[in-house]
């Protein structure tokens, strides 16, 4: 599998937002990676590429993603390339499920699958 960049994992994730409905924007003024909208639903995902380090840049996302968890009524979730599936398995299902907390992988074609139980 190749190295993918996180600008690439978030191009394809942003298409994927689309393709379903919901309006994604980038460069957004509070450093959210992914603020989507769609009707009255919110969702934030924080995104990762390909690192030197997937655990400790892995931990860091996790981080970066509970700091954002100030809206009650927002969805969140984070994304990261396939290649780093073991690293974002770390993360408890019970916790993910607690949290309501999505993780998208994304593969070296572009697909986008989810992080399940």
């Not at 298409?15 to 450093?31: A, F, K, M, V």
């Not at 984070?78 to 993360?91: F, K, N, S, V």
């Not at 408890?92 to 593969?107: E, F, G, W």
């Amino acid at each position: 599998m190749k190295s993918m960049k996180e600008h690439d994992v978030q191009a394809v994730l942003v298409s994927y937002l689309l393709e379903r409905g919901w309006t994604p924007t980038i460069d957004n003024p509070d450093h959210v990676d992914i603020r989507a909208t769609r009707g009255a639903e919110t969702l934030i995902i924080e995104v990762k590429g390909t690192t030197s380090d997937p655990y400790t840049d892995t931990d860091t996302l996790l981080g970066q993603i509970l700091r954002r968890m100030g809206d009650p009524a927002a969805r969140y979730g984070i994304a990261l390339p396939e290649t780093m599936r073991a690293q974002a398995g770390r993360l408890p299902s019970r916790v993910r499920h607690l949290l309501d907390l999505t993780v998208y992988l994304i593969d070296d074609l572009g697909r986008v699958s989810l992080l399940q139980e």
